[in-house]
């Protein structure tokens, strides 16, 4: 009698078909769900992009140091840098960048995503400004202290930027695109390093027309923020409901005027709400650190945390920002801003194809893969110093190890932490856990960083080399062991996954006529 009931409350023309982990609906192969329209895809696509804007910037900040160092060495000069000085140049905005993971960490879930994003083209554009008037100065060591304050400011944006753009990306997404959406940010960063490694090849004595132009590109970038519509999961957290309602219209790509009732987005939006009312009612019932302690926040923290430590370690980042210097020492005989460009080229065709790999093969097969070829790569490198007499005289050997060693950091390395940070978290939480882990994870890249030079002088290169491919297979290790498997999860199957150490089984209602997906989660 209550089945019956039940099956009532279903109008005939809405009555879904309920099927076990796929859809067998003719129609529904045909029609795609409310979000995955055309129209609903490239208004989401448009707005993630002006987003990440903003991160192509922070990638030139980190490349920067690879294309400068050269003439900052040049004792010619009327401004050069000794090597604890230029050191400190290279790192010191990773050592600002954990200052930028605290912020994002504040800021995220209080004043928004598209806020915060606005607030880190702001603090980057600061950055670029305090580098491009250095040269004002007369005295060299103003002009050396006002070049450090950019690169703090650099890097403040660069740690900031690791997750609100991924973050919301994942919130006005559906699962079946969200993930090509979060690697924008990865294809962000990768397009600012080679844009960065061209200026250097192009202009190569003239740091003041780079400084320029790069701030010239973070004004526009700054100014693309103000198109975007907030996060409807934000907006509805804070009781905003109208707001949110016309935000998410835009992105299901329907009308701004509501002409019609749409029982699907109906259902999404409720389904939305209810979320933010459980989350709200969870976080006013709890501070942060009783928030931490919870297994669905602080098993994540601590995946994500070792993960990024993983991903400075094996030299993935030491690699991008000392690109030139290194493929000298590797006796790579043509020029080194030249297999700078390369190392982008190959990066950005890379992260190109790799929302395709991450949804053929999973994040985590991907990451696998990533690590141990980096590692072989880095052997490769260690071997040719080591045999000068054999390995040592295939003068292509260290061009391609280097090139593959990009090619197979973009797999999984470099872009999967940053592409999983806007996954993990539940949404009560995304903003002060995923600071979190920036926040460690980016005082590694600044310790890896410094010490780069004195490791080099201490182990030798191939030595150095060697260490890395050693990270590398650890990492590899770690993926498999620890990393779960999110591709085709909803966030909030992630969520019961750290609260019960498995993912539920899904079942899809398919409504026929219009396409209506649900969702329901049933216990194995």
């Known amino acids: 009698m209550k089945g019956q009931q039940e099956e009532q409350l279903v109008p005939p023309a809405y009555k879904p078909t309920v099927v076990a982990g796929k859809d067998t609906s003719k129609d529904a192969k045909k029609e795609k769900p409310l979000g995955e329209g055309r129209l609903a895809v490239l208004r989401q696509e448009l707005m993630v992009f002006l987003g990440n804007t903003g991160v192509l910037g922070s990638g030139m900040v980190v490349s920067m140091p690879a294309v400068t160092l050269t003439q900052l060495h040049d004792?010619?000069?009327?401004?050069?840098?000794?090597?604890?000085?230029?050191?400190?140049?290279?790192?010191?905005?990773?050592?600002?960048?954990?200052?930028?993971?605290?912020?994002?960490?504040?800021?995220?879930?209080?004043?928004?995503?598209?806020?915060?994003?606005?607030?880190?083209?702001?603090?980057?554009?600061?950055?670029?400004?305090?580098?491009?008037?250095?040269?004002?100065?007369?005295?060299?060591?103003?002009?050396?202290?006002?070049?450090?304050?950019?690169?703090?400011?650099?890097?403040?944006?660069?740690g900031m930027f690791v997750s609100?753009?991924?973050?919301?990306?994942?919130?006005?997404?559906?699962?079946?695109?969200?993930?090509?959406?979060?690697?924008?940010?990865?294809?962000?960063?990768?397009?600012?390093?080679?844009?960065?490694?061209?200026?250097?090849?192009?202009?190569?004595?003239?740091?003041?027309?780079?400084?320029?132009?790069?701030?010239?590109?973070?004004?526009?970038?700054?100014?693309?923020?103000?198109?975007?519509?907030?996060?409807?999961?934000?907006?509805?957290?804070?009781?905003?409901?109208?707001?949110?309602?016309?935000?998410?219209?835009?992105?299901?790509?329907?009308?701004?005027?509501?002409?019609?009732?749409?029982?699907?987005?109906?259902?999404?939006?409720?389904?939305?709400?209810?979320?933010?009312?459980?989350?709200?009612?969870?976080?006013a019932g709890e501070s942060l650190s009783q928030m931490i302690h919870r297994p669905e926040v602080y098993k994540p923290v601590l995946m994500m945390t070792t993960f990024f430590g993983f991903q400075q370690a094996c030299g993935v980042v030491v690699i991008i920002v000392y690109a030139v210097q290194i493929a000298q020492q590797a006796g790579v005989t043509i020029d080194p801003v030249l297999v700078a460009v390369m190392l982008g080229v190959a990066r950005i065709i890379t992260t190109l194809f790799m929302s395709g790999i991450f949804e053929k093969w999973g994040r985590k097969p991907a990451g696998?893969?990533?690590?141990?070829?980096?590692?072989?790569?880095?052997?490769?490198?260690?071997?040719?110093?080591?045999?000068?007499?054999?390995?040592?005289?295939?003068?292509?050997?260290?061009?391609?190890?280097?090139?593959?060693?990009?090619?197979?950091?973009?797999?999984?390395?470099?872009?999967?932490?940053?592409?999983?940070?806007?996954?993990?978290?539940?949404?009560?939480?995304?903003?002060s856990a995923s600071g979190i882990a920036i926040f460690f994870g980016m005082i590694l890249a600044f310790v890896m960083l410094k010490i780069y030079p004195n490791m080099k002088d201490a182990l030798g290169t191939a030595n150095l080399f060697a260490f890395y491919a050693g990270i590398s297979f650890l990492a590899a290790a770690f993926i498999g062991t620890f990393v779960p498997e999110t591709k085709g999860r909803t966030l909030e199957e992630l969520e019961e996954r750290w609260q019960t150490g498995k993912f539920s089984r899904r079942l899809t209602l398919v409504n026929l006529k219009d396409v209506e997906l649900h969702e329901v989660f049933l216990k194995k």
Not at 141 to 158: A, K, V, W
Not at 225 to 247: C, D, I, Q, Y
Not at 391 to 403: F, Y
């Open 368 to 431: 696998i893969f990533s690590a141990t070829g980096m590692g072989f790569c880095m052997l490769l490198l260690a071997g040719g110093n080591w045999f000068p007499d054999t390995l040592g005289t295939w003068h292509w050997l260290p061009v391609a190890c280097i090139v593959c060693h990009i090619i197979f950091s973009t797999m999984g390395m470099l872009t999967l932490p940053f592409f999983m940070i806007s996954e993990v978290f539940p949404q009560r939480a995304r903003g």
């Open 164 to 283: 609100p753009v991924g973050v919301y990306s994942a919130e006005i997404s559906l699962p079946r695109i969200r993930g090509r959406l979060i690697l924008g940010t990865s294809l962000g960063l990768a397009s600012g390093i080679l844009l960065m490694y061209v200026l250097g090849y192009f202009i190569r004595h003239n740091l003041q027309l780079i400084f320029a132009i790069s701030c010239c590109y973070q004004l526009a970038a700054t100014l693309c923020v103000f198109p975007m519509p907030e996060s409807p999961s934000w907006l509805l957290t804070k009781g905003k409901e109208e707001r949110a309602r016309a935000s998410l219209r835009y992105f299901r790509g329907l009308p701004k005027k509501e002409v019609d009732y749409v029982p699907e987005f109906e259902a999404e939006l409720a389904h939305m709400k209810e979320l933010a009312d459980a989350s709200n009612t969870t976080a």
């Open 75 to 158: 004792e010619t000069q009327p401004f050069w840098l000794n090597k604890d000085e230029s050191s400190w140049f290279a790192s010191i905005q990773n050592m600002a960048c954990p200052l930028g993971g605290l912020l994002v960490s504040y800021f995220l879930d209080r004043i928004g995503r598209k806020h915060t994003i606005l607030l880190t083209n702001l603090i980057g554009l600061i950055g670029w400004i305090l580098l491009v008037t250095s040269f004002m100065h007369s005295d060299r060591d103003m002009i050396y202290y006002q070049m450090l304050l950019g690169r703090c400011f650099g890097g403040i944006m660069i």
